[in-house]
């Protein structure tokens, strides 16, 4: 049985308090029963540390790519292509737009945006896409650019349903975070109902949201199992399914095995 926390951030993790190294938290999360992670980047200079942090796991893979936060910092498809080079990567990613932190940046957005899924079709990765309280413009990059050639997930999915439904019709996958466990996070409950377990995927974004009883503490992939829990209970399924079912979309989705890639 696998359990795969599919976004977080290793290399941002709390080394100052909770973990000396990142070896630290991935014992945690193999313990926890975690057994595999997709470290995430959101700007480029930081893919060298990443990949060297993952570089001894086989069952931690990478992304590349430009957050839609990161957009001041400068880079060019040759250096993404570089990055990707890497056999660890998997997908193109943090990409997207976020209108909620850094709305007075939307032409340089949607630009960045742009640019890195046609990156994605060039090397045919797919892509992890994050995006906030801009739902119409990220539906309508994701449409002319023909981003579902590729495919994807749309990562700590919070928009509306009418939103999901034609992300899922596209042929998109949609993960949900540690706010399924809190209180006020009854829309994140709403829409892993809506969506079918077979386009569902769990993840941390770790360091952010620690999912409950962690709150207010950095969050770590072995937190990711509390999200699986909670997701298990709001769909009505054994916990066993859930496992089951969001490893089967992880190998669909990224083309890759966890057998494989699991350390014996
Ligand atoms: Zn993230």
Redesign the pocket.
């Known amino acids: 049985m696998f359990l795969v926390d599919s976004?977080?951030?290793i290399s941002d993790l709390n080394f100052r308090e909770q973990h000396e190294s990142f070896e630290d938290a991935y014992r945690n999360a193999m313990a926890a029963g975690v057994t595999h992670m997709l470290n995430?980047c959101?700007e480029l200079p930081q893919f060298a540390k990443m990949a060297a942090d993952s570089a001894p796991y086989d069952n931690v893979w990478l992304t590349a790519g430009t957050?839609p936060e990161n957009i001041s910092a400068e880079w060019t498809e040759e250096q993404l292509r570089e990055c990707c080079s890497n056999p660890k990567v998997i997908a193109i990613?943090?990409v997207g737009l976020d209108y909620y932190y850094d709305a007075d940046t939307k032409v340089t957005q949607q630009r960045d945006f742009i640019r890195q899924i046609a990156m994605a079709r060039e090397l045919r990765l797919p892509l992890?896409i994050?995006a906030r309280q801009a739902p119409l413009d990220t539906w309508n990059i994701v449409r002319s650019e023909r981003a579902s050639d590729v495919g994807g997930i749309f990562?700590?999915c919070a928009e509306s349903l009418d939103f999901a439904g034609k992300v899922l019709d596209a042929g998109f996958y949609i993960s949900v975070n540690g706010i399924i466990t809190f209180k006020s996070g009854e829309n994140i409950r709403e829409l892993a109902r809506y969506v079918p377990l077979d386009r569902l995927l769990v993840?941390t974004?770790s360091p952010?949201l620690a999912p409950v009883p962690y709150r207010g503490r950095s969050n770590e992939p072995a937190f990711v199992v509390k999200t699986a829990e909670k997701l298990a209970e709001v769909k009505g399924v054994e916990y066993e399914r859930v496992l089951e079912q969001t490893s089967a979309n992880f190998e669909q989705l990224f083309s890759v095995s966890l057998a494989e890639s699991f350390p014996r």
């Open positions: 976004h977080c951030h995430i959101c957050h990613g943090e992890v994050h990562h700590s993840e974004d952010y």
